[in-house]
């Protein structure tokens, strides 16, 4: 039986990544999975990042939090989330985030620098590191992660590729989504 410390898997972002993804057996093979799909994905990273926005925007209480600009946007505003559509600057902006993260998960290595950079995106939905009067109730970003996870998985089903490597892949990023899910619920302070 494996001994893990409850009181350092709140306090050392290492040792709760090894917990985290020991237990659910991600590794190397699932890195490698990862990375293999970069090819396939990065032509269709605008389509997903519009399926996420679009989603995001077909509920109120969703977009309402877009009407407050993100830590870092310094563009043109809106008064009300009633003015704000999905191809508005502070949006864009915005977009372009959640591009870039994409594109990171499938091309960097998952070295402590990733675990770095997973651990503060889940901090930016919270005062700690992004607009301090911008919090996204954990609800919010728990329903996301449903929805990002089935586009991601329908998405894979739909490449032209064998099917153990769609297995593959598909494991790979739905372990992958927990994992940053667990680090969004840590900078929650669960």
Not at 68 to 79: R, S
Not at 154 to 169: C, P
Request: without cysteine.
């Amino acid at each position: 039986m494996k001994k893990v410390d409850a009181g350092k898997l709140s306090q050392d972002l290492g040792y709760r990544f090894e917990y985290v993804s020991g237990f659910m057996g991600f590794g190397e093979e699932d890195v490698r999975a990862i990375h293999d799909a970069a090819a396939h994905l990065a032509p269709l990273v605008p389509t997903l990042v519009d399926a996420v926005y679009d989603r995001l925007f077909s509920y109120d209480i969703t977009k309402a939090f877009f009407a407050q600009p993100q830590h870092g946007y310094e563009g043109e505003t809106v008064a009300h989330e009633d003015e704000l559509t999905l191809d508005h600057p502070q949006v864009a902006f915005r977009k372009q985030h959640l591009a870039n993260y994409l594109v990171r998960l499938v091309t960097k290595p998952y070295d402590e620098s990733m675990l770095k950079y997973l651990d503060a995106v889940g901090g930016m939905h919270t005062p700690n590191l992004g607009n301090a009067e911008l919090v996204v109730p954990i609800v919010h970003v728990n329903a996301l992660f449903g929805f990002v996870n089935s586009a991601l998985i329908a998405t894979l089903a739909s490449l032209d590729i064998g099917a153990e490597d769609k297995v593959r892949m598909q494991s790979a990023f739905t372990k992958l989504l927990w994992i940053q899910n667990d680090l969004f619920s840590r900078n929650y302070g669960n």
